[in-house]
């Protein structure tokens, strides 16, 4: 089964720092989080970056789509995914990177994205956790670099959860811990699959989720969560 560490910083350590940013990294890293999960776009010139949203206004202020904008007009904020791997090299995290693609641009996201983990991912750091919320993103990174394992993410376990999975040929699943069942929860582990659940940021729900069987709390705040899983 996949091996993943008990607790994954989101988007770094976002309840103490700004989301997907090199100082929410460091936050986490400081706060006890060994891996962390991030979210990766391109820009209007293909240049992977970490943002979540479509449009850069919630995070940086700045009202204009992802997807029209140039790399080279990027709020300083933003990091590239070439930078924010320099920083997994130097804090010694590994990470869960979340393939976001904007409209249209599914395929061609996790095509540019494991293309950049080939080249810049650290031989010593543990191997990347590619995952998605769209199927075809899923699908394109396993045609394309086989050898990074892959989590689908969905935000409620249904009944087609399986056939999904095993098409993307995933090793684990991400879903939302409010939403998840302890039946479900049996379900994947007794298939052999990893159990992630996001986004959980009070110690005795990630204790609860756990004892359901839970492999991985990706959480905003990793102290609290590592404190109460110890």
């Not at 986004?199 to 204790?207: F, L, R, S, Y």
Request: charged share 25%; with cysteine.
């Amino acid at each position: 089964m996949l091996q993943l560490p008990k607790v994954i910083g989101h988007r770094g350590a976002a309840a103490y720092a700004p989301e997907n940013t090199l100082d929410s990294f460091r936050e986490a890293r400081r706060r006890g989080a060994t891996w962390v999960e991030i979210d990766v776009k391109l820009t209007s010139d293909s240049v992977p970056i970490l943002m979540h949203d479509a449009s850069l206004k919630r995070t940086t202020g700045v009202d204009r789509l992802v997807a029209e904008t140039r790399a080279v007009d990027l709020p300083k904020s933003v990091p590239t995914f070439e930078a924010a791997i320099a920083c997994f090299q130097e804090l010694g995290v590994g990470c869960n990177v979340e393939i976001k693609p904007c409209e249209g641009r599914a395929a061609e996201t996790a095509r540019i994205t494991v293309e950049t983990l080939r080249r810049c991912w650290p031989k010593q750091l543990p191997a990347p956790l590619l995952s998605s919320f769209v199927d075809v993103s899923l699908a394109t990174a396993l045609a394309a670099a086989p050898e990074f394992d892959r989590a689908i993410l969905l935000g409620e376990i249904g009944d087609d959860w399986l056939s999904r999975t095993q098409a993307v040929k995933a090793r684990g699943v991400n879903t939302n811990g409010k939403k998840l069942t302890a039946p479900r929860a049996v379900e994947v582990r007794k298939a052999g699959y990893a159990l992630s659940v996001y986004t959980i940021n009070e110690g005795d729900v990630a204790q609860a989720l756990v004892g359901m069987g839970v492999d991985c709390v990706i959480t905003d705040a990793p102290d609290v969560i590592l404190k109460a899983l110890a």
